[in-house]
């Protein structure tokens, strides 16, 4: 059993009234019997389910009341988490909890309650075994335990109910009252005639009660008596449709009956039932021609309340909102005590229903509750409008609606398991875990073979991980995955095994616990899976993680690759949603990466294709403005400019405006329009003189100057920047470095050239940039023009070691021959040359060079030798 499992005992009323052969003793003694199992045997598995998982040694600080709206909530906190045992004796109103290997901390003492469920809870400290006895306020109470991981803690929740335990509820028979005799005759609607042998009556003679009953006959012939009295027996057999016949031939047979008004009624009744009862779609027009014809034949009859009802239903059933509405408000305007108005008043609430009214329909059903609480009507409505409401994503509605339904009618989630999954989700989306995880473990428990308890169980996997809670996590799709092998929801649970694996590799997983394949080896249980899919979503699901996985190592090409495989399921699909979602995502993750690697063609590539995905415009501000700035940077400045212009447009803070501005001052000086990158430098510092991007302006202003041959103002700006944080001193440096060497002041020169080499930290880039390499080179070849040959040399030599595929290479070769012939070392100047005239890689020009001086080398030798 997965860890964080709540465990619950439910002790309330039994079925033993409905037994009729046990006398109240018996019934009373077979509850008890009843509960009292029941609560032994659900402590005993749980403590045995829950026991083992946790080292046995923990100390039971205290005991706090806790929060909850409905029961009386006690927390036991704990060092850690550890086993305990569960002991219920409701008769005595009492709960015992026992902690085995368990010490009592100094702040656990008894405590009394004013409370409506709980008395007391006592402290016993029996050496390696504590003990905490609840007493309670009522023996019918609902007990519910489980054990938190974080904090470490029991704990307990009480609901009392006020029905007595044990208490049988038995109805007693009795016979209905007889009616005085004046009052039978008023009400019978089928006078039965006079018997012949009928006793002496003083003050009438025989003759006189001969003609009474000769006129009570004839009576009887002409109100159809025996046709009456055949239809209606057919009629109290259901034998609609024989009835009917019966009924109609009687209005043609006496259209003068006195039982006229009773025949017309009963007529309509047997019309409709017999579509009502016998067919799965009827069709009313009959029933309800004849209920019109009997209420305007008969307004005053006593059923023409019965009859107006009747013809609202029907049109309520065949969708005539108005003709129904109508006459369901005209039944309760007539009589407010009817008897059928309930009914009227249920009918014209499902109505609200019908033309999408819910809310309103689930204020007409509470008015109604409050008169009829056990209506069947409003208990199917409740459960529909709640069902309404989840399906449209009105959460708050239907959770509110779901939580009321279930309280007043708790056997419906016994009936329909899927209402308990429906309140978990919504509580999954509201992100209330816990809440969530009770109604999901409500419906394992209960129905652990339903495909939708594994579902649940996936979902559980999912609360945890959303969590951050890795290890119960794992725990619960471990679980999960060898459930039923080979099948959708397993193959879930193990994709997100390798999902854990991918987020979170370092954790302490044992093969003795868990199937640890696919943790361990994410990508190969992607592919696996892949292969063998055993549904769309699985495959789908299984893609996204690949996708996931891919991105979360920045292999941003392949995780877009993976996310595009679930385009084709269509916009309707969650899966597109998702791949939409993360192909953005992807996107803005690598053109942030590639911009400060200075990628500048993967980021157009993965836009462009981004493009023709047809996913809708990129919003996010600061991945457009690096998108124009790789399109700067690689010269298409047309194209730059329309993304900071598009960024102008949304950035209605000017989060971006002076990072726009300077990148047009840079546009400018690439461009050669120095004046313009001059004027837009200064322009900025003007305007944004504490923006963060103020070096990056002093530079680009140094640079139009320098442009321009104003030295010096360019050697004051770079002064200025070497002073500002942010600053790059090393290329700041280099830049005054080259001004000095274009004014032949070499010393200067050389000192910034080596400035620019000390204040490079290599650390923070991954390749070094060309100005440093460029300065190693320049060092030398000043070193040497200052004829410090040694030190030239060395630098030259660092520099060749250093950076060999440097186009100042050859040169630098040419310059160590002439250094080793300065210094008098013609050997190796001959040597030199010789390997520049004939090395790999020279420019052709160079190898001629150096030829061309080994002969002259040569031949000053042979001049020197002859001398």
Request: glycine share 4%; hydrophobic share 35%; charged share 25%.
């Amino acid at each position: 059993m997965s860890r964080g499992i709540y465990f619950a005992l439910y002790f309330g009323k039994t079925n033993c009234d409905k037994i009729p052969m046990l006398n109240t003793k018996l019934q009373t003694f077979v509850r008890i019997a009843l509960i009292l199992a029941l609560g032994l045997s659900a402590s005993s598995v749980n403590a045995q389910e829950i026991g083992g998982l946790f080292a046995p040694d923990s100390t039971i600080k205290r005991l706090r009341i806790g929060p909850h709206p409905e029961y009386t909530r006690i927390l036991v906190d704990l060092s850690k988490p550890t086993t305990y045992q569960v002991k219920a004796d409701f008769l005595k109103k009492l709960i015992v909890l026992e902690f085995p290997n368990v010490a009592a901390g100094p702040d656990l003492h008894s405590r009394r309650f004013v409370d409506k469920n709980l008395e007391q809870i006592s402290v016993e400290n029996l050496g390696d075994v504590v003990r905490l006895s609840l007493k309670l306020q009522n023996a019918n109470t609902r007990f519910f335990h489980h054990l938190n991981m974080d904090p470490p803690q029991v704990v307990l929740d009480l609901e009392g109910r006020t029905t007595e335990l044990g208490k049988i509820s038995t109805r007693k028979s009795s016979k209905a009252k007889q009616a005085p005799k004046e009052a039978q005759t008023k009400t019978q609607t089928t006078p039965e005639p006079e018997k012949k042998d009928a006793p002496f009556i003083p003050g009438i003679n025989q003759q006189q009660i001969k003609n009474i009953v000769e006129q009570h006959e004839t009576s009887k012939d002409k109100d159809g008596w025996e046709d009456y009295q055949k239809a209606l027996t057919l009629f109290q057999l259901r034998d609609y449709k024989g009835s009917g016949k019966l009924f109609t031939q009687f209005i043609k047979d006496h259209p003068e009956s006195k039982y006229l008004d009773h025949i017309y009624y009963l007529n309509a009744e047997a019309e409709f039932n017999a579509v009502f009862t016998t067919e799965e779609n009827p069709i009313y027009e009959h029933a309800l021609e004849a209920y019109k014809q009997a209420v305007r034949r008969f307004p005053k009859s006593r059923f023409f309340d019965h009859a107006l009802h009747k013809l609202a239903f029907i049109y309520d059933r065949m969708n005539y909102v108005l003709e129904a509405r109508t006459l369901y408000n005209e039944g309760i305007k007539r009589n407010s005590r009817s008897l059928y108005n309930e009914a009227r008043e249920g009918g014209l609430a499902s109505m609200l229903m019908k033309v999408g009214q819910y809310k309103e329909a689930y204020e007409a059903f509470q008015k109604l509750l409050k008169k009829a609480p056990k209506d069947p009507n409003a208990k199917v409505a409740l459960f529909d409008i709640a069902d309404h409401f989840y399906q449209i994503k009105d959460y708050d509605q239907a959770i509110k609606v779901y939580e009321e339904a279930t309280k007043r009618w708790p056997d419906v989630l016994a009936e329909r398991p899927e209402i308990d999954y429906n309140m978990a989700e919504i509580y999954y989306a509201r992100r209330e875990f816990p809440a969530a995880r009770k109604h999901y473990f409500d419906l394992v428990n209960l129905n652990p073979t339903l495909p939708i308890a594994h579902q649940a169980i996936n979902r559980i996997g999912d609360s945890y991980l959303l969590e951050g809670k890795e290890m119960d996590a794992l725990s619960v799709f471990d679980e999960s995955s060898k459930r039923n092998p080979g099948k959708p929801d397993s193959q879930y649970g193990t994709i997100r095994m390798a999902d854990i694996g991918v987020k979170n590799p370092g954790l302490p997983v044992q093969d003795i616990v868990f199937k640890v394949d696919p943790y361990f080896n994410p990508f190969k249980t992607y592919e696996q899976i892949e292969k063998n899919a055993k549904s769309v979503d699985i495959l789908a699901e299984v893609t996204l993680s690949k996708g996931i996985a891919y991105l979360r190592e920045q292999n941003f090409l392949n995780a877009i690759e993976t996310f595009k495989k679930l385009l084709p399921l269509g916009a309707s699909s969650k899966y597109y949603q998702e791949a939409k979602k993360y192909i953005r995502q992807t996107l803005i993750q690598l053109v942030d990466v590639y911009t400060r690697e200075k990628g500048y063609l993967p980021i157009l590539y993965a836009y462009s294709d981004f493009t023709g995905l047809s996913l809708g415009k990129l919003q996010n501000l600061r991945t457009l403005i690096q998108i124009g700035e790789a399109y700067q940077n690689i010269g298409m400045f047309q194209e730059a400019l329309k993304f900071y212009e598009q960024v102008k447009r949304m950035d209605s803070r000017e989060t971006f405006a002076d990072r726009i501005f300077l990148n047009l001052g840079r546009i400018h000086l690439t461009n050669d329009n120095f004046d313009e990158a001059e004027m837009v430098a200064q322009g900025f510092l003007t305007k944004y003189p504490r923006s963060v991007r103020v070096p990056a302006a002093i530079e680009l202003l140094a640079e139009a100057n320098q442009k321009q041959n104003k030295y010096d103002e360019a050697l004051g700006n770079y002064k200025t920047l070497l002073g500002k944080d942010g600053a790059d001193i090393s290329r700041t440096f280099y830049r005054m470095a080259q001004i000095h060497e274009i004014q032949k002041d070499f010393p200067s020169s050389i000192q910034e050239y080596g400035n620019a080499i000390a204040n490079f930290d290599k650390t923070m880039v991954n390749a070094i940039p060309e100005y440093i390499q460029e300065s190693y080179y320049k060092l030398g070849i000043l070193n040497y023009q200052q004829r410090d040959y040694p030190q030239a040399l060395k630098t030259l030599e660092t520099a060749i070691q250093l950076y060999p595929k440097h186009p100042l290479r050859e040169w630098a070769e040419m310059l160590r021959a002439e250094i080793y012939k300065e210094t008098n070392d013609g050997e190796k100047a001959l040597s030199q040359l010789a390997s520049l005239a004939t090395g790999e890689g020279f420019d052709d020009l160079m190898k001629q060079a150096a030829k061309t001086r080994m002969q002259v080398l040569d031949w000053e030798k042979k001049i020197k030798d002859q001398l």
